[in-house]
């Protein structure tokens, strides 16, 4: 999911501005910001509910950090960055109470309603998304939904970008054959 | 013919510079089996899109409400703070400085007492530097040889003169490493803070 466009400018600004703790500055980045963010979270965690509260976390998080940032590196990919931390810290807290993968499928699990508005297919690829191991997903997630180019995602997650590439190879091996029967039909 | 289905999800990515860009449209335009499989990333790519992305339930504008309620107060950082900060990182510049020094230092040293025992340059010196004593090792050799010192004098004092050395030679760069190590180790710690990696 890709954000509205806003000048360099503009952003330099609201950051230097958010930075001096101008909340209202913050709250225009927030905005802007906001539905990657959610789709970063939700890609990884499978539940808008938990996404938009994860979401909400991610933006706090930057907040307290913001002092911080060093524009070095794009605003939009340190934002993924803690996004990516939260939405892994959630994983990790859901992971010791309950299966990770059981508790994926549970919160994807259609009811009746759903069952109407979700077509099958999109609900499989969800499912097989969120049955990737973490590290996989997350690149996946960034390289297929957000956009980020290697380096993006490398510097993202401080990782090197063969790593990026094996992992983003190894997740895409992994759905291809579990989406097998849908690829084929295509 | 070589294939290149090696490079073809770099390529589909659009992460290929333009020669291997080129050379792989090169060989997709005559080779069947690298096309079907470009094909199939490509379906696969329109698969996963398929999945939709989160439906949000929050209106955007309160979404941003409710985060700017939930912040906790910050107060901007203060000039101290950014000085601070600016130190902070100027710490193993100035860590490098004083090993050069030290160095240095120990260096010139080193070679003024190599000096001192020569024959040559030994008058220059106690012409310049009168009160120094021989602790170099040509000194040593000719205390040694000297039968009206003591041998134990001789070598109490000699040793004396080298653990000297070694002391003010080495405490300093075994300091300024410690010091070093302490700022990586703190480094690490801020880093750990700030970001939990995904490994």
Redesign the interface.
């Known amino acids: 999911?890709k954000t509205t466009t806003i000048s360099e400018e503009t952003e330099r600004d609201w950051i230097a501005r958010a930075?001096?703790?101008d909340?209202q500055a913050?709250?225009e980045l927030?905005?802007h910001y906001?539905?990657g963010v959610?789709?970063v979270v939700?890609r990884m965690c499978g539940d808008?509910?938990l996404?938009?509260d994860a979401?909400?976390e991610a933006?706090?998080r930057a907040?307290?950090?913001?002092?911080?940032y060093q524009p070095r590196s794009p605003f939009r990919n340190w934002l993924y960055?803690?996004a990516?931390?939260v939405a892994?810290?959630g994983l990790r807290r859901e992971r010791d109470t309950v299966d990770i993968e059981d508790a994926s499928l549970a919160a994807s699990s259609p009811g009746p309603e759903t069952v109407v508005e979700h077509?099958e297919?999109?609900?499989r690829?969800?499912q097989a998304?969120l049955a990737l191991a973490?590290?996989s997903r997350?690149v996946l997630v960034l390289?297929?939904?957000e956009d980020l180019?290697?380096k993006e995602i490398a510097e993202t997650?401080?990782?090197p970008v063969g790593t990026v590439?094996s992992r983003?190879?190894y997740a895409?091996t992994q759905?291809?054959e579990t989406?097998k029967t849908?690829?084929e039909a295509? | 013919m070589e294939h290149v289905l090696d490079w073809l999800?770099?390529y589909h990515?659009?992460?290929l510079k333009n020669g291997q860009a080129r050379r792989v449209e090169e060989h997709l335009a005559q080779c069947a089996s690298c096309r079907a499989e470009l094909e199939?990333?490509q379906?696969?790519?329109?698969?996963?899109?398929?999945?939709?992305?989160?439906?949000?339930?929050?209106r955007?504008?309160r979404?941003?409400a409710?985060?700017?309620l939930?912040?906790?107060s910050?107060?901007?950082?203060t000039s101290a703070?950014r000085v601070l900060e600016t130190g902070w990182r100027l710490i193993p510049v100035g860590l490098f400085g004083a090993w050069a020094f030290v160095q240095t230092v120990f260096i010139v040293v080193a070679g003024v007492l190599l000096l001192q025992g020569f024959p040559l340059t030994a008058n220059l010196f106690s012409a310049v530097l009168p009160s120094t004593s021989g602790v170099s090792w040509l000194a040593g050799q000719q205390c040694f040889t000297d039968t009206s010192l003591g041998v134990v004098w001789c070598v109490a004092d000699y040793v004396i003169s080298l653990g000297g050395i070694l002391v003010v030679g080495f405490v300093p760069l075994v300091v300024i490493g410690l010091l070093y190590w302490g700022w990586l180790a703190g480094w690490w710690l801020r880093r750990q803070r700030?970001?939990?990696?995904?490994?």
């Open positions: 999911m930075q001096a703790g909340r913050f709250g927030v905005y906001r539905e959610i789709n939700y808008a509910n996404a938009e979401a909400q933006f706090i907040w307290q950090h913001l002092p911080r960055r803690i990516t931390n892994v810290d077509n297919r999109a609900e690829v969800r998304v973490p590290a997350l390289r297929e939904y180019s290697y997650l401080d990782i590439m983003l190879n895409r759905l291809r989406l849908y690829l295509a | 999800p770099a990515d659009g992460e199939a990333l379906s696969f790519s329109a698969l996963l899109h398929e999945s939709a992305p989160a439906a949000t339930l929050m955007p504008d979404f941003v409710q985060v700017e939930r912040l906790p910050r107060p901007a950082q703070q700030r970001v939990v990696y995904v490994q």
